[in-house]
Nanobody, 115 residues
Framework: QVQLVESGGGLVQPGGSLRLSCVGS????????MRWYRQAPGKQREFIARVSTGGNPNYADSVKGRLSISRDNAKNTVYLQMNSLKLEDTAVYYC?????????WGQGTQVTVSS
């Protein structure tokens, strides 16, 4: 079955960096676009980045220039490099893949930006 396992979250000061990882299994990883979402306390889950099967990225406007998504198909892993972190980046970050007929989600990894 499809499984997504995120890691790399933690506590970081404003302006700091983190790299999140998500390992996928149970599906042909290289054949699927992969996405990252986040959910801040009291808010809806929001899309932040996608990487195509060919490695082409696209981003939500709120994170352009600070976050970078990439993938390593040999490791079945998608990454989210997060730079210049802000207080408002505090959220649980989720990895996502859509494999017909449904979305699959990881368990999430907490990112807390605080001084």
């Amino acid at each position: 079955q499809v499984q997504l396992v995120e890691s790399g979250g933690g506590l970081v000061q404003p302006g700091g960096s983190l790299r999140l990882s998500c390992v996928g299994s149970g599906f042909a990883f290289s054949s699927y676009s992969m996405r990252w979402y986040r959910q801040a306390p009291g808010k809806q889950r929001e899309f932040i980045a996608r990487v195509s099967t060919g490695g082409n990225p696209n981003y939500a406007d709120s994170v352009k220039g600070r976050l970078s998504i990439s993938r390593d198909n040999a490791k079945n892993t998608v990454y989210l490099q997060m730079n210049s972190l802000k207080l408002e980046d505090t959220a649980v970050y989720y990895c996502n893949v859509y494999s017909y007929p449904r979305d699959y989600w990881g368990q999430g990894t907490q990112v807390t930006v605080s001084s």
